[in-house]
């Protein structure tokens, strides 16, 4: 005689889909790790795995309006990393840093790949900004990437559920891998071919890669949500991390100023361990070294509520990268799988 808890379970699965996510998440915290019922808000740090899953994901994510401050990491692929060890490093990048989202970096060619990232992201409650990735060779491969892709987010029927954003990256303005009307006409293009699946479609993009192209507001105007690249590092008046918040600001206003208030990510964020061939400072008094690496974040979070307070419910910020291995110098994890300094961003304010 099971089947009238399981009716009430139901019930309270269909009230709490209609009310409103921010609501929820208050309710949510009265009723603390007591509650009998699931969170189908996804993928806020107490959700719940429902008992079916909803037909489609028109409610299925949390109020953007919740999804500021610490989302999660930015994971490079490119080493087309085994089912296993995504399991594993999912695993390890909600529970042990309470992520909600993971960014993805790079591009793996593998048949299925983008299955296997699904399955792990589900398994451990990540959502995924996905990256249709364009190289760094001005060749057309993204084409193909762009297709195999597109193709997956309809094959895989869980794919909607953990997929919040399709990207086009990195970078491609300031790469100048397309000319910027051919980039929004890709992204109008992919949100078509996304529409019957609710996922949205941005661009993965530094605030200088718009401003070369004369402000690329065909680009701004067609994506979903603004993905930054926040790099200040890289600024020609950047000195230590500690000081290096009107350099986020003075991006951040220009996204404010020509970005009709959409939701903001962070999704490219963070500052170099070291320098290297590809990563050189534009300033003489930049420094990259792992206290200056430890202490943006540490702005970061000083800033929760100024991050909190910014139109269109607030900037989510990522951390680039995971490991040293993806990236050199921009690991919170070195290349021997150790912490290089500790690493627990507030998720709310
Ligand atoms: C979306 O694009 C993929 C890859 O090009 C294609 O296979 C699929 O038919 C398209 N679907 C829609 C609905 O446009």
Redesign the pocket.
């Known amino acids: 005689m099971f089947a009238a808890p399981l009716l009430a379970l139901l019930a309270a699965y269909v009230v709490s889909t209609l009310s409103h996510p921010l609501n929820h998440a208050s309710q949510k915290e009265d009723l603390g790790s007591k509650s009998l019922f699931p969170t189908p808000c996804f993928p806020a740090l107490d959700f719940h795995k429902p008992l079916f899953l909803p037909k489609d994901n028109t409610q299925w994510w949390c109020d953007p309006s919740t999804e500021y401050a610490f989302v999660g990491f930015s994971y490079e692929v490119t080493a087309c990393q085994s089912r296993e060890q995504l399991h594993k490093e999912f695993k390890d990048i909600r529970d042990h840093f309470k992520s909600r989202y993971v960014r993805l970096y790079g591009a793996c060619d593998r048949e299925g790949f983008y299955d296997d990232i699904v399955d792990a992201a589900w398994a451990n409650t990540l959502g995924v900004h996905a990256l249709i990735w364009f190289g760094f060779n001005l060749d057309d491969i993204w084409i193909g990437r762009?297709?195999?892709l597109?193709?997956a987010l309809?094959a895989n029927p869980r794919a909607k559920f953990v997929t919040r954003v399709l990207q086009f990256g990195s970078e491609p303005l300031f790469d100048g891998v397309l000319p910027h009307d051919q980039l929004a006409e890709q992204v109008l293009l992919a949100k078509?071919?996304?529409s019957?699946l609710h996922i949205p479609v941005t661009v993965s993009e530094l605030a200088f890669g718009y401003q070369e192209r004369g402000g690329a507001q065909d680009v701004l105007d067609a994506i979903d949500s603004i993905n930054i690249h926040m790099l200040p590092f890289f600024a020609q008046d950047a000195s230590t991390a500690d000081q290096a918040w009107p350099l986020v600001q003075r991006d951040l206003q220009w996204f404010i100023d020509h970005g009709d208030g959409k939701k903001m990510y962070f999704d490219e964020n963070g500052w170099p361990s070291v320098t290297s061939p590809s990563v050189q400072p534009n300033s003489p008094l930049a420094v990259a070294d792992i206290p200056n690496e430890h202490e943006y974040y540490v702005l970061l979070d000083q800033h929760c509520q100024d991050l909190k307070s910014v139109v269109g419910g607030g900037v989510g910020w990522f951390a680039h990268i995971y490991s040293d291995n993806q990236e050199p110098g921009y690991g919170i994890y070195n290349a021997n799988g150790q912490m290089k300094f500790p690493f627990a961003p507030r998720t709310h304010c």
Do not use: P
């Open positions: 762009r297709d195999t597109l193709a309809h078509a071919n996304l019957s």
